[in-house]
T-cell receptor, first 110, second 113 residues
Framework: EDQVTQSPEALRLQEGESSSLNCSYT??????LFWYRQDPGKGPEFLFT???AGEEKEKERLKATLTKKESFLHITAPKPEDSATYLC???????????FGTGTRLKVLA | GAGVSQSPSNKVTEKGKDVELRCDPI?????LYWYRQSLGQGLEFLIY????????KSGLPSDRFSAERTGGSVSTLTIQRTQQEDSAVYLC???????????FGDGTRLSIL
């Protein structure tokens, strides 16, 4: 069965303490992997799309990478405003539906 | 520019009533998705529209759920004979075409008493 698993479920960091979030997937043929940020009471906000293993994307303190089985969202020197839930979604060959993970709740303490 | 707009933002109704949730996608976006997000859960796919093609309804949880998209723009998600387990946030997303990143509305929080 096609699945997307995110870890950890929750993460608390001190301001400036770098870390990584993981998204692992088991799908038959990846069309694309998407990262979103969701703030409480809001819809998800698009961050990155990755299409092939080895690809990397960066935006401010965030960097997303992709292998054949997983993706990482690296957060460098996070700030309190980076606190949010980070969602990973996979779109696989043969369909244009997305499978979402349950997210990682990130809290960055000042 | 205007983003995806959903209405109402909150809806409280009694068990057994019908509800309609509305989504106004970004102008020109041909793909439109509906999701359900329960507390602490990921997004559950419900239905997907692409242009004038037949929608992919494979995520609708029961025949009480239906959706339509008129004129390739506004979409309405209807839940008939609501049950308490239907309580969730219903999110709508649109994209320029299928396969491109989605833009989400802020959702409708549905509470069934």
């Amino acid at each position: 069965e096609d699945q997307v698993t995110q870890s950890p479920e929750a993460l608390r960091l001190q301001e400036g303490e770098s870390s990584s979030l993981n998204c692992s997937y088991t799908v038959s043929g990846l069309r694309g992997l998407f990262w979103y940020r969701q703030d409480p009471g809001k819809g998800p906000e698009f961050l990155f799309t990755l299409y092939s293993a080895g690809e990397e994307k960066e935006k401010e303190r965030l960097k997303a990478t992709l292998t054949k089985k997983e993706s990482f969202l690296h957060i460098t020197a996070p700030k309190p405003e980076d606190s949010a839930t980070y969602l990973c979604a996979v779109q696989y060959s043969g369909t244009y539906k997305y499978i979402f993970g349950t997210g990682t709740r990130l809290k960055v303490l000042a | 520019g205007a983003g995806v707009s959903q209405s109402p933002s909150n809806k409280v109704t009694e068990k057994g009533k019908d509800v309609e949730l509305r989504c106004d996608p970004i102008s020109g976006h041909t793909a439109l998705y509906w999701y359900r997000q329960s507390l602490g859960q990921g997004l559950e796919f419900l239905i997907y529209f692409q242009g004038n093609s037949a929608p992919d309804k494979s995520g609708l949880p029961s025949d009480r759920f239906s959706a339509e998209r008129t004129g390739g723009s506004v979409s309405t998600l209807t839940i008939q004979r609501t049950q308490q387990e239907d309580s969730a946030v219903y999110l709508c997303a649109s994209s320029p075409t299928r396969g491109q990143p989605q833009h989400f509305g802020d959702g409708t929080r549905l509470s069934i008493l």
